[in-house]
């Protein structure tokens, strides 16, 4: 049998049996990964039986469906905003979501503050810019976050819940409340 007409196969002279064998394993690995965008975009919860998804898979099931953050081990930050900048209940779902996660949160909507244990003071602030009523959800609001809200509206003194209320908040609820 003759190869008339067909051209031979380019052979790299450099190319060694690893560097080949190297070559074929992350064109599996290629394919692979165009498999599993393609099943995530048909079913993104089948995230959920894949082992240590890459950053890229994550997104692209949260991108899908918000509530996919909670089928994910360990989420990464991207994907945790991703899914609070969709809906802010999706802070319910991450373990220990950074400050940068939390304050997305509650931008989206204050009351995500209830679900974040021990908020900083910077997102308790990000809470009470949305809405003075937030401070009521924050078990002890520091006394900068006090300040501020009593700060825009005296009245909203009502709503701090603190163990260790400033002076002024104490003063305030005294007089004018009691």
Request: glycine share 0%.
């Amino acid at each position: 049998m003759s190869n008339k007409g067909a051209f031979p196969k380019k052979i790299d002279v450099n190319e060694t049996p690893e560097s080949a064998k190297l070559s074929r394993i992350n064109q599996i690995k290629l394919e692979q990964s165009k498999f599993i965008f393609e099943a995530l975009k048909w079913n993104p919860s089948l995230i959920r039986y894949i082992e240590n998804p890459s950053e890229d898979v994550q997104l692209a099931a949260v991108e899908q469906d918000w509530n996919i953050i909670q089928y994910i081990e360990n989420p990464c930050e991207e994907a945790q905003i991703t899914a609070v900048k969709q809906d802010w209940r999706a802070i319910e779902y991450i373990r220990n979501p950074s400050e940068a996660v939390q304050i997305a949160a509650v931008q989206q909507n204050w009351r995500a503050i209830k679900y974040i244990e021990n908020p900083s003071e910077k997102v308790q602030l990000a809470a009470v810019k949305k809405t003075l009523r937030a401070i009521e959800c924050i078990k002890n609001p520091s006394k900068k976050v006090q300040l501020a809200v009593i700060m825009r509206n005296y009245e909203a003194a009502r709503y701090v819940r603190s163990d260790n209320p400033i002076p002024l908040v104490k003063l305030i609820k005294q007089v004018i409340f009691w």
